[in-house]
């Protein structure tokens, strides 16, 4: 099977004014492949994942390298022709599920307006497929169809939040710390619906954490990013076997084992 | 930031100059600002009369003056009792809660249901025309919104773990209240105030230029406007001066209430 | 192992209802034990953080007893609670939260101390009547440089305010400190850091700690006994040892299983 490259970006470079955000990141993300991107708070993750979709905030501007999307470099794209890319090829669900859909409005209403601006299909056709979307998330379709975002579990909004984003059948999905906010258990299961979509929907998840626990089980690719810069990057099975930047072997041991019981964790940060 | 400090030395500068007024204006004043010369009237701008005079012959310049202990003297008295009612009350009823806190937002929805202006008109109609009794309506109108405000903050802040800690360590409501609630009330209060201070000049001068105010012969902006519309094409400055004390203040006030909502937040402080 | 007069706090039979009639908590009864870390592990909505509050008396309660060192929280009114506020503190989940941005950090840390003179920890007393050298101590014992008790905690960042409230936890040299979720909103780096904070203090100052968190892997690092709460029920409780054993109850496993993956 040949792999087909869904992103890749290229010695991308995010500064505010003259400070560096990120600096010359490379990555590259296959159909079909589950790519975390792991980093602590202000190693630049999240302005990478923004970057992508031409989310980045006014005052942040790419100034060097490319992202390509499907062989389109996004850079310096239009707002109006990004729009187009946003929720056809890239979706995004983010750690705050709940800003994921207006309080004014049902979830069914909400899934209707985005298969309207986006396809042709018959009002009868997109309730058809707003409901199966939410039965894909093992969500009860009808009920939720018709509720409202705050008649809804921190977790089946989540969910709720997934459908929205795969409705559309993108080619890249960018989870930017979707179950930080959720409980364990919770978390955990959505992850494995995550998992599962993907298989089904062939196609490839931008994983976005802090935390490496959320990547031992699904991703295939990891890269570690630290104050704007990836120390390392590689295959899941390399990089959590062999870590070879001290950075990452750090990152590893401060996380407390349930197995391995020790009188202090390592904290060489 | 050379911006910014030139701004506040101008706003300090303005502040000095109209302190300075007040306080001294029967000393500056050149003529007694109640004394009626008919051989005077509508005399305009000259060295003598640095305003003009009025109908009655009454120099313009120093009922400007003394007006000025009149309408800013009485905005800042009502002030001050709005606060010392509203904030104490507001505190009290957020801190508390519970069926205080249900009667007293009645109170205050009651007041709120009226615009201010129609509220003040009527109290002050009732208690009859006066400076004493506009300024107990007006205290009537205007304390509920500090109270308002005092109540919202501390609501909002009620909620957050330090408050709990402070419970946690055994401080009493009352310190409470003190240390953690009154930091926060007073950035905002002090800032809303020196935003109302120029509605509240307007009110008393629009109040006294409808007569519910200040009653003649005593210098008041309003009553001043009130008395010069009858001769505004014969000598149209009789009407400008104090309108333009009126607007002055008024901006003034409104800029230190700009600068004060950046000084009180102490994040702009440092950094 | 039990002795009597070992026990800082005893919980029986606490039950807490919401307004609605659902109970938060829900019959929980529990010891903590001198110088002991209990861990409470639970979900959002399982009562811990509800639990916690009962026990600071910030909440009050429907039914059962709170003994603090044998003294009950409950029958006492405000003067009598007094002492017993000498003797439990709380780190609580945010640390933004837990410090009034309006004031120095000085003032936030010395609270306890400001308004409660009677108390003198024995760490402090060669320097006790000294504010300024205790506040220096007490951020020594955390590990920050003194320079920041004239900062504001905006200027901190959240692993710096969170060894700022410890060390207001520990100035008073309480019998209990009662951790609610204090290391959840921080950095994975900066958890360790400061759950090794919290292990280091305990040894050294013989603190009891109740550290209640949802995160399975910190509460079996730092207690030497678990509780798992459910719907405001405790649905099991062991010891560290005895947690992968077969007898545990379900939820536990599936807890296990969630973080063992």
């Known amino acids: 099977m040949i792999q087909v490259t869904v992103l890749a970006i290229s010695d991308l470079t995010i500064q505010h004014r003259k400070t560096m955000i990120v600096q010359n990141i490379e990555m590259s993300v296959d159909e079909g492949d589950w790519f975390a991107l792991v980093g602590e708070s202000g190693s630049g993750k999240s302005v990478t994942a923004a970057a992508i979709g031409g989310l980045l905030p006014r005052e942040l501007k790419a100034a060097s390298g490319s992202i390509l999307l499907d062989g389109k470099n996004l850079v310096n794209l239009k707002e109006r022709e990004l729009r187009k890319y946003r929720g056809t090829v890239i979706s995004y669900i983010f750690q705050d599920y709940q800003g994921a859909f207006t309080p004014f409005m049902k979830i069914g209403a909400q899934l209707d307006e985005m298969l309207r601006t986006h396809t042709n299909h018959s009002k009868k056709e997109r309730k058809e497929r707003a409901l199966h979307s939410l039965k894909l998330v093992e969500l009860p379709e009808e009920r939720v169809y018709n509720s409202y975002s705050f008649q809804l579990s921190g977790g089946q909004l989540q969910r709720a939040a997934i459908a929205m984003a795969m409705i559309l059948e993108p080619k890249l999905l960018i989870a930017d710390e979707p179950t930080t906010a959720l409980d364990s258990m919770t978390a955990a299961n959505i992850l494995q619906l995550m998992a599962d979509l993907k298989e089904k929907a062939g196609c490839a998840v931008f994983f976005i954490t802090h935390d490496l626990r959320h990547v031992r089980k699904y991703a295939n690719k990891v890269a570690i990013m630290r104050n704007g810069v990836i120390v390392e990057s590689g295959m899941k099975s390399n990089v959590f076997h062999q870590p070879k930047h001290e950075y990452t072997k750090a990152l590893f041991e401060a996380i407390p084992s349930l197995r391995k019981t020790s009188a202090r964790l390592s904290s060489h940060l | ?271 | 192992m039990r002795v009597v007069g070992q026990e800082i706090l005893t919980v029986k039979n606490l039950s807490k209802e919401y307004v609605c009639g659902h109970k938060a908590v829900d019959q929980v009864s529990l010891t903590v034990n001198k110088g002991e870390c209990l861990g409470i592990v639970g979900e959002s909505g399982s009562g811990k953080s509800t639990l916690a509050r009962c026990l600071l008396a910030l909440e009050k309660i429907d039914e059962g007893e709170i003994l603090l060192k044998e003294k009950s929280l409950y029958n006492a009114n405000k003067k009598s609670l007094h002492p017993v506020r000498s003797e439990i503190q709380a780190v609580f989940q945010n640390p933004s939260a837990s410090l009034n941005p309006k004031l120095k950090i000085i003032d936030s840390l010395m609270e306890p101390l400001d308004f409660q003179r009677k108390i003198q920890p024995s760490f402090l007393m060669d320097i006790r009547n000294q504010r300024t050298k205790m506040a220096e101590r007490l951020f020594e014992m955390v590990g920050l440089p003194s320079k920041y008790l004239s900062y504001y905690p905006h200027e901190l960042s959240g692993g710096q305010k969170q060894r700022v409230i410890i060390a207001r936890a520990i100035s008073i040299e309480p019998a209990l400190i009662i951790l609610d979720e204090p290391t959840a909103s921080l950095d994975v780096s900066i958890q360790a850091k400061i759950l090794n904070l919290l292990k280091d203090l305990q040894e050294d100052l013989g603190i009891s700690y109740l550290f209640i968190s949802h995160d399975l892997a910190a509460v079996n690092f730092m207690s030497q006994r678990i509780i798992v709460m459910k719907q405001g029920q405790i649905v099991d409780q062991c010891s560290k040892h005895d947690l992968f054993s077969d007898r545990r109850h379900p939820y536990t496993k599936d807890l296990l299983h969630v973080f063992e993956a």
């Open chain 2, 1 to 271: 930031m050379i911006h910014r400090s030139r701004a506040r030395i101008a706003v300090i500068v303005t502040l000095a100059i109209l302190a300075f007024i007040l306080i001294l204006a029967p000393y500056i004043a050149p003529f007694d600002p109640t004394q009626v010369k008919m051989e005077e009237r509508l005399k305009p701008i000259s060295m003598e009369h640095l305003l003009g005079t009025d109908h009655l012959g009454r120099d313009v310049f120093s009922r400007i003056l003394t007006g000025a202990q009149t309408t800013v003297g009485a905005s800042f008295l009502i002030l001050f009792i709005s606060l010392l009612v509203g904030v104490p009350f507001g505190l009290l009823s957020g801190y508390l809660g519970g069926k205080i806190d249900r009667i007293f937002m009645r109170i205050v929805d009651a007041f709120m249901t009226f615009p201010d202006y129609i509220v003040a008109i009527i109290l002050s109609g009732f208690l009859g025309p006066g400076m004493f009794n506009l300024v107990l309506a007006i205290v009537m109108v205007k304390w509920v919104g500090y109270a308002r405000l005092a109540r919202s903050v501390v609501l909002t802040e009620k909620q957050k773990d330090y408050i709990s800690m402070a419970k946690i360590n055994g401080m009493s409501s009352l310190n409470i209240l003190r240390r953690h609630m009154i930091p926060h009330v007073t950035g905002n209060v002090m800032v809303l105030a020196t935003l109302d201070i120029g509605k509240i000049i307007l009110m008393i001068a629009s109040l006294s230029y409808i007569g519910l105010g200040a009653q003649p012969p005593a210098p008041e902006w309003g009553a001043m406007l009130n008395e010069a519309k009858g001769f505004f094409y014969n000598a149209p400055q009789l009407m400008l001066i104090p309108g333009l004390s009126i607007m002055m203040v008024v901006l003034i006030f409104n800029l230190l209430g700009d600068y004060l909502r950046d000084h009180f937040d102490v994040k702009n402080q440092k950094g």
